[in-house]
């Protein structure tokens, strides 16, 4: 979601990341991030302390303060950058475990469909959850590459549509 505001622009986005690496399957776990972003403010609230990526911004942040002097959207969008750099392992996990089963099925080592047929139906409801998300999520960040909003400078714009062209991708 995205509404502008007076004086700020509210943008709810979802992260995500992996429940459990070690797993051979990919359970996903999505978590929402409000942003509101001002002229001179920038306010996150993040549900799920864990799969945000507002967290490792902050750090870089006190490593190198020089962002902030850029500005709110500036770190808005370092932040909405690597939210979406945290899509694509997970995606490549995906197709990873994806042709694990394809090559079980294929090479005849899965002893029964009992077996693989809940495998799939899991990936599939991920993958559903994933795609839903997605495609809102991509609106979203198309319209603020778009530079609707006056909190978003100009020059930042070309900023903002890369990371809508990473998304796209994902």
């Known amino acids: ?39 001179s403010f920038l306010v996150t609230h993040a549900h799920d302390e864990k ?9 870089e942040l006190l490593r190198n303060p020089r962002l902030l002097k850029k500005g709110p959207a500036w770190v808005a969008h370092a932040i909405m950058d690597r939210m979406v750099d945290e899509y694509v392992p997970i995606i490549d996990r995906f197709d990873e475990h994806i042709a694990a089963i394809e090559e079980r099925i294929l090479v ?43 909190e978003i400078p100009a020059e930042l714009v070309p900023f903002y549509r890369d990371v809508y062209d990473h998304f796209a991708r994902v």
């Open 108 to 150: 005849g080592t899965t002893k029964s469909d009992r077996e693989v047929i809940p495998k799939i139906i899991r990936v599939k409801r991920s993958l559903q959850t994933l795609r839903r998300t997605t495609i809102y999520q991509r609106e979203i960040l198309l319209r603020l590459a778009r530079a609707e909003f006056d």
């Open 1 to 39: 979601k995205v509404e502008d505001y007076d004086d700020y622009v509210q943008v709810i986005l979802h992260g995500i990341r992996e429940v459990d690496r070690a797993s051979q399957e990919v359970p996903i776990d999505l978590s929402e991030l409000d942003l509101f972003v001002g002229k």
């Open 51 to 59: 799969a945000c990526a507002v967290t490792p911004v902050q750090a």
